[in-house]
T-cell receptor, first 112, second 114 residues
Framework: GESVGLHLPTLSVQEGDNSIINCAYSNSASDYFIWYKQESGKGPQFIIDIRSNMDKRQGQRVTVLLNKTVKHLSLQIAATQPGDSAVYFCAETTSGTYKYIFGTGTRLKVLA | EAQVTQNPRYLITVTGKKLTVTCSQNMNHEYMSWYRQDPGLGLRQIYYSMNVEVTDKGDVPEGYKVSRKEKRNFPLILESPSPNQTSLYFC?????????????FGPGTRLTVL
């Protein structure tokens, strides 16, 4: 619920603007990356994923960019809507393992 | 409806009193996992299971046990809970095929250990 978000960095954007949420991942051997959205009082929900053989992947209103050189992942949300307000997490894992490492998250606030 | 369910959703208990948090999925997923979520730390993996009778430790397994006797169920057991296990717990499942790795999360269990 709300208590897990108290220490999170916050990104505030105007409704209709584009949002960019960044994530630095930790393991250079990671080859699969996922973005999750977590609304207050709910479990994380899958948004989009990308494998390490790609630099970019697009979904509906969302794009994930992967820069393996600097171990950086970003989530772009186009035309941000009030329903996009949530905490966003990146996660990484390596094929052949079953362990996931999650980032600490970013809170997105959409201003009307 | 395809889903992951957890019970109970909220639990307040006292130090040392054994408890079990149940997790069940109806998607015939092979992979299941438990996480805890704490402020400033994000989600941390406790235990995971690749299939029935196959479990392994995540990053923070101390003080927890799991079992996977059936494909659909993956209970989390705290034999002797302590206050530092106060947290928000999530169960997740995934098909873990080469093309489908998405994890589906349950609604969470908020545990308070006094």
């Amino acid at each position: 619920g709300e208590s897990v978000g108290l220490h999170l960095p916050t990104l505030s954007v105007q409704e209709g603007d584009n949002s960019i949420i960044n994530c630095a991942y930790s393991n250079s051997a990671s080859d699969y990356f996922i973005w999750y959205k977590q609304e207050s009082g709910k479990g994380p929900q899958f948004i989009i994923d990308i494998r390490s053989n790609m630099d970019k992947r697009q979904g509906q209103r969302v794009t994930v960019l992967l820069n393996k050189t600097v171990k950086h992942l970003s989530l772009q949300i186009a035309a941000t809507q009030p329903g996009d307000s949530a905490v966003y997490f990146c996660a990484e894992t390596t094929s052949g393992t079953y362990k996931y490492i999650f980032g600490t998250g970013t809170r997105l606030k959409v201003l009307a | 409806e395809a889903q992951v369910t957890q019970n109970p959703r909220y639990l307040i208990t006292v130090t040392g009193k054994k408890l079990t948090v149940t997790c069940s999925q109806n998607m015939n997923h092979e992979y299941m996992s438990w996480y805890r979520q704490d402020p400033g730390l994000g989600l941390r993996q406790i235990y995971y299971s690749m299939n029935v009778e196959v479990t392994d430790k995540g990053d923070v397994p101390e003080g927890y046990k799991v079992s996977r006797k059936e494909k659909r169920n993956f209970p989390l057991i705290l034999e002797s809970p302590s206050p530092n296990q106060t947290s928000l717990y999530f169960c997740a499942s995934s098909p873990r095929t080469s093309r489908e790795d998405e994890q589906f999360f349950g609604p969470g269990t908020r545990l308070t250990v006094l």
